[in-house]
C-alpha cells in the first residue's frame, strides 16, 4: 500500500495570519508573569484528583503548551515555544521579557511587510539594529561581586528573600564554573553543604568498602589511583597493582574502572589493612559519550595515565608511573572525590583553559552543562543545596526556582549586571534613534521604529502587570532621565543601579539576541506546509 | 644562650613586633625550629624550650599579630598544625590541622585580628586552610584553588571591608574576595611561575598595586588588581626572589625591598630603578628570608635569613 504523503500547503496571507494568532496566544499566556509582581498562570493537572499547576515562569509556561488547535496557529505557537525554551534551558531567565519583546517587534513588522515592506531587506536592519542594541548593553555593564550583590541580584530574579541570601553566598563562593547540587532537603529551610577537592557522580562497586559506617563512606590519604573504563574480572591482572602500590609504602589504591568482578572485589577486600592500606573501587564516571574526556581530565588532575578499553590495553601492564596519586581520595555509594590530585598545575591550567574554550563554542544546552562540569571538576568544589518545604509541589517549584536564579547568577559573575527594570533596554532607544536619522532606507527606517518601540515593552508591562498606567509612568520615566526606571514595589520612579535593581547583562543578552533572532526569521516564513496526520504532541517534561 | 646554626638549617621566614623599635622581639622560622630574638636580632634563643622537645621542631613559617603588644600572640606553622603562643613565644598550644598533615608555607593574619579572629595558613600541599577564632578551630577552603601548592600568601589592608588576599602557587597567582572561602585565577602568565613571593600595596583597596617575585623569571608588578603584569628590576633583580617587602607608607614612599640568594636590592621609585645592597654573608651562605621591622628608610636595619639557619641584622 502506498504511504500517505499529501501534504495540506497554506501560503499568504493566511499563513502570516495563522503563524501571528499562535505567537499572539503563547505570549498572552506569559506576558502576566512579567516583573516583580507576576500574575500567576494556572495549568490544567494531568490527572484530575491533581491540583492546578501555579507557574510564573514563561519558560515552563509555554512548554505545558504542547498544541493548539488550530494548525496553523499551532505551527506559530511551537516556533515561538521553542525559542523560549531554549533561552530557559541556556540562561535560566528572561523567557517572558523575550515574549514580549518578540511579540512587539513581530507584529508591527508583519504589519510593515503586509503593507508592502521588502521582508529580506527589512530583516537586515533588525540584525543591523541587534548589534546597536548589544553594544549599547554591554557599554551600561557593571560588575558585581560578593555576597551582598549576588544576594541582591538573586533576589530580583526569584523573588524569594531566603533562597537569595543562600544563593548570594553559594554562588560568591562556587563561581561561574562550580559544581551546585540541588536536592530535596528534609527541613523546611534552605541549607547548603560545601566539599572540597573534584567530585563524580559514580559511587562504590561494593557497599563492603565502606569504612566509616557512621557516614556510610570510606577514605584514603596520599592514595594511588588507577584510571580507567577496562572491566577488571582477574583478580590476576590488578594483583601486581596492588603490590606495588603497597611496596611503594603508597598508603592505598582508587580503582576506577568500567566495572569489578566479585573475584576482583575479594582482593581489594582482603588486601585492606586497617588503619595501613585501604582500597577503594568506583565505576568509571561519565557517559559513552564523555567518558574518555571524563578519564583525561582524572589523568591531569592527578598525574595519571588513562588506561583505555579502546586501545586494547589491559590492567595487567600497568606499573607505578601510570598510576595518579591524591591527598586524599573519599567515595560513598554515589559518588567519589579527590582532594589534593598531584598532577602537574601547568597542565591543569592549560586543561582547565582549553575547556573554557570549548566552552564558549559550545552551543548544545547539555554539552555546554557537561563542559561545565568539567571544569568545575577541574578547578574544585561542590555545594549542595537541600530545599525544603510543606509539600512536595512547593519543593519541587522552589528547587526549579533556585535552579533558575543559579543560571542567571553564573551569568552575573561571567558577565555583570545592568539597569534592570528593562531601563537597560529603554536606554538602548538612543542608539537606534541615532541609526534612523543615518538611515535613508524606507524598509531600514522602519526597522530601527519597530525596535526602538519594542524596547519600551518590557517596562510598559512591568508597570501594567503591577496595577498601574503604563502610558502615565512612561512619561515620567522619560522625563526623569538616563537609568531611571520605576520600582513596582516602592511605587516610584528611582535610579535603578542606585536603588540595586539589576538585571544579568548575559540575560539581557540573550533575551534581546533570541527575540530579535527569532523574529527576523519568522517575518521570512511564507508557507506552511502540514502533515497529513498532525505529529505527535510534543513531550511534556 | 645563642643558638648554633647547623648547616641542613634554613630560615624560612621571620617576623617582628609592631612595637620592634621598643621591644626589639623578633622570631624565625627555621629548619631546627623557632628562634626568638628580645634584642632586635642580636642574639637568638629557641623559642620552644617550654615544648621540651627531643628532635628539631621543624618550623616553616612565623606571624606575629598586629596587636602583638596587647595580646602577645604569636603563630608558627609545622607539619601538621599550627603552634599558637600567647605569652609571646614563651608557651605554645598545637592546632592540628585536618588530615592528611599539611606542611605550613605561609601565615598571615588579619590586620583586625584582634577583632575579627581571622588568620590564614597556607600548605605546601594542601591549599589554604582557615580560622576565624584566632588560630582554635581549622577548615579548609579551597574552591577554585586548583594548584594547591602554596608558596605565598599576602592579604590586603583593608581585609576587613575588601576581605581580598592573594596566593603564589607553582602555576601563577589566584585571589579571593571573600577572606579566603573560594579563589579565582589571575591572570598571570603560566611561564612566569611558581610565584615564590607576595607584596600587596598598603593602599591596594585604592591603587589595586601588587608585586609578585617568581622563583626564575624575576619580579612583577600589577597596577590593576592582577589583571596584567609588568616586570620590574629586568636585567637587576635576576633569580629567585625569596622575599619582599613594601614600605608600610607605599605608594607615598615607594620603596621596595626584594631578597634573591645572593643579593638585597632596594628600589626607592616604586620599582623603576635598584640598588643592590649585598650583604656580607658568611661563606656558602644564601639568603632566603628578609624582614623590615622598622621600615626601609636608609639606616633602618633589616633583619636576613639564611640558607644554613643564620640571621643577620643589617
Redesign the interface.
Known sequence: MPKQTSRRVVFQPATYLGFQRGINQIVEVIRPTLGPLPRMVAIEPTFRARTPELLDDGGVISRRITELPDRDEDMGAMFIRHVLWRLHEDVGDGTATAAVLFQSIYNRSLRYIVAGGNAMVFRHHLEKGLQLILDRLSGMTTRL???RQLAHVAESISHDHELAIVLGEVL????EY?QLQIRTGRRREIERE?V??AYWGSGLLSREMITDHTRLRTQI??AAILISDIDIEDPYHLAPVLSAVAHAGIPGLLVIAGGVSERVTALLLVNRTSGKFGTIAVKTPGGIADRPGTLEDLAILTGGRPILKATGETVKGVNLQDLGRA??VWADASGFGI??GKGD??A???R?ASLRSALTLAEDGSDRELLRQRIGN????LATLSVGGLMQPEVEARKELAKRTCEALRGVIREGVVPGGGVSLLACRSALQSALGQCTDPDGQAAYRVLIRALEEPTRTIITNAGFDAAEVMSEINAAGGGRGFDVISERVVHMSEAGIWDAAAVQKAVVHRAITATALALTIDVLVHRKKPPQTADNP | MTETPQSQDIVYSIAASPNFRQDGICFAARGAGLSRSEDGGITWQSAYQALNVEDPLMTTSVAVSPDFEADQTVFAGIHGGVLRSVDGGRTWQLAVLPSPPPLVSTIVLSPNFARDGALLVGTFEDGVFLSDDGGGRWQQWNFGLWDMSILSMNISHDFSSDATLFVGTESGVFRSTNGGRSWREINFPADLAPVTSLALSPAYARDGTLFAGTESCGLYCSRNGGESWTQLGKGTVTGAVNALVLSSQFPVEPHVLVATASSLFISRDAGHSWSCARPELPPNRALSAVAAPQGLHATAPLLVGLVGGDTLRV
Open positions: 561581586d560578593g555576597k560568591d563562593i562556587i563561581g562550580g560545601y572540597s577537592g590519604d596520599n591527598r586524599r582532594v589534593g598545575p601547568c591543569l591550567r592549560g582547565i577541574l578547578m574544585g568544589g
